[in-house]
């Protein structure tokens, strides 16, 4: 009898337990749904209106076309020339940077993860402090920069001052702490030389994190508004990012055509949501991987 009641207790508890576990999970899932709806509605509404007359943007700016056009579409193509010229802007300064600033990263992370040399530790906590300094404070320096070198309006203002990231460095660096040094003696022993240690050895191995830095390198460079804004005056060589905001009707003159805004939001949307998709995995290698030590 005593076990009996022992038995139904334990299986009351059990089956309590069971209700909370399903009750909290559903509860989370319940909360993560109305995040990505609030997350996504924005996107949901873009899209929309891209395919929306400017005048039914101005009274049904939220709701389902009553017509879908895809003239807002074909108004990116013929605004002032076509904007495609500026997507192909983005397209080379997002790549010319991610390539670079890969490469540099990763070849000083190589050298502070595995060299020793005198006031390592200190330059590499000066270099992880320029984190904390706001891009915005640099600005004024590095524009008169520039503006003496004759590089305003060109592709090198708006790629050279993101080519040395801090986080880039932090992040490779981390990574590469876990790769084992007895690797590289065996390959010194056979004769490679330091730079046939780094590209043979450190970058095939590291490929994972370099992956991860050079796609959130390239969203940042593509999203990137305030410094290309100031080094960048001229229509042709802005990149697509700058000359969306400034779109405004060519007959009235200060009326922004929202049409041709959320159209070519679109279009600047998709590469980022592309390399999103395919590369999800390395995304979240990013965000843990800094916490990896030898």
Known sequence: MKAQRI?????????TAWIRQR???????AILIVVVALSMYPLFVMVLNSFKT????????????EEW????YAAIFEYHGGMWVNFLNSVIIATISTVLAVLLASMAAFAFAKYEFRGRNVIFALLLATMMVPF???IPPLYIAFAKLGWLNTYQAMIVPTLASAFGLFLIRQ??????SALLEAAHIDGANHWQLYWQIMVPTAAPILGAFAILHFLGVWNSYLWPLVVATERAIQ???VVLPTLRDPVIGFLPVWGTIMAGSVLATLPIVVVFIVFQDRFMASVVVGAIKE
């Open 7 to 15: 038995a139904t207790v334990k299986t009351h508890r059990t089956q």
């Open 23 to 29: 009750g909290q999970a559903v509860a989370a899932y």
């Open 54 to 65: 400017d005048s039914e943007i101005n009274w049904n700016p939220a709701g389902l076309p």
């Open 69 to 72: 056009t895809l003239a807002s």
């Open 136 to 138: 915005e404070i640099t």
């Open 175 to 180: 990574y590469m702490f876990s790769i084992p």
């Open 239 to 241: 990149p697509i990012m």
